[in-house]
C-alpha cells in the first residue's frame, strides 16, 4: 500500500508551511551553511545554490512523489521570509507512520518556530492524513531538538546505540564525523490532545537555543 501527499500548504497564527520553491535557493542555501546544521544532519557542506535548487527542483519532489514524505519550507506569515524547514520521510503507509525532522535558520531562532511548524504539520497528519504514528530521531547530544520533541507531546521510547554520525569542525575548518546514539521519540493522535492549547497558553511557543 503506498500513497502520496498532497502538494499543500498549511498555516498557523506566525507560519505559513508550503513546498520549496526555486526564489527560496539562496536563503535556503544560506541557511545549511549553518554551524549547527553542519553539526547535527546529513546536509553536505559546503551547501551551494546549486545543490539548494537540486533539492527544490529534483529531489524533493521526486520523494513526494515516489510517496516517501514531503518537505515544508517555513516561512513567517507577515514577511514571508523563509524561517525552516519541516520534512517528512520513510513513510509506513501501511502503518500510517513517517519520521519527521526540522531544521530552524539561524535568524530564526528563539521564536518557538520548530515547536509551532512540528505541532501544525502533526495535527494534519493525523487529522486530514489520518496517520497514527509519527517518529522523531535525535542525536543523545542534541538538547534543543529534544526539547522541540518534549514541548510537542512526544514520548522518549529508547536510545538506538552507537546510530547517529554526528560532525565537528576542526581547526582547519574541515568536517570530522563523530559517532552518538540516537534518542528515539514518538507521537500518537492522542499525545497532541491539549499540546496546542498548552502552547498558546504559555504565551506563545517557548524558544530554545541552537538550531532549532
Known amino acids: 500500500m503506498t500513497g502520496t501527499f498532497p502538494n499543500i500548504s498549511l498555516s498557523t ?5 508550503r ?13 545549511m551553511n549553518d554551524e549547527q546544521v553542519g553539526a547535527w544532519t546529513h546536509v553536505p557542506q559546503p551547501f ?12 524533493a ?3 513526494r512523489a515516489a510517496g516517501h514524505g514531503i ?4 516561512t513567517e506569515f507577515l514577511t514571508q521570509r523563509l524561517v525552516g524547514i519541516v520534512q517528512l520521510s520513510k513513510t509506513n503507509w501501511h502503518v500510517r507512520s513517517t519520521e519527521l525532522s526540522y531544521i530552524i535558520a539561524p535568524w530564526a531562532r528563539g521564536e518557538g518556530y520548530a515547536s509551532e511548524a512540528a505541532v501544525a504539520v502533526a495535527q494534519w497528519l493525523f487529522g486530514d492524513q489520518k496517520f497514527e504514528r509519527i517518529e522523531l530521531r535525535t542525536a543523545a547530544d542534541n538538547t534543543a ?20 554520525i554526528a560532525h565537528v569542525r576542526a581547526e582547519d575548518g574541515t568536517w570530522t564525523d563523530a559517532r552518538t546514539d540516537f534518542i528515539v521519540w514518538s507521537l500518537l493522535p492522542e ?10 497558553d504559555t504565551g506563545g511557543f517557548t524558544s530554545f537555543s541552537n538550531w532549532n
Open 71 to 74: 518537505d515544508f519550507a517555513v
Open 61 to 63: 519532489p521526486a520523494e
Open 191 to 200: 499525545d497532541l490532545d491539549g499540546v496546542s492549547e498548552e502552547l498558546a
Open 145 to 164: 531538538s529534544q526539547q522541540v520533541a518534549q514541548k510537542i507531546g512526544c514520548i522518549s521510547e529508547g536510545v538506538l546505540r552507537n546510530a547517529c
Open 48 to 59: 551551494t545554490e546549486e545543490r539548494a535548487r537540486s533539492w527544490i527542483t529534483d529531489h
Open 19 to 31: 513546498p520549496l520553491d526555486e526564489d527560496d535557493v539562496p536563503a535556503l542555501a544560506e541557511m
Open 13 to 17: 497564527e506566525r507560519l505559513v508551511l
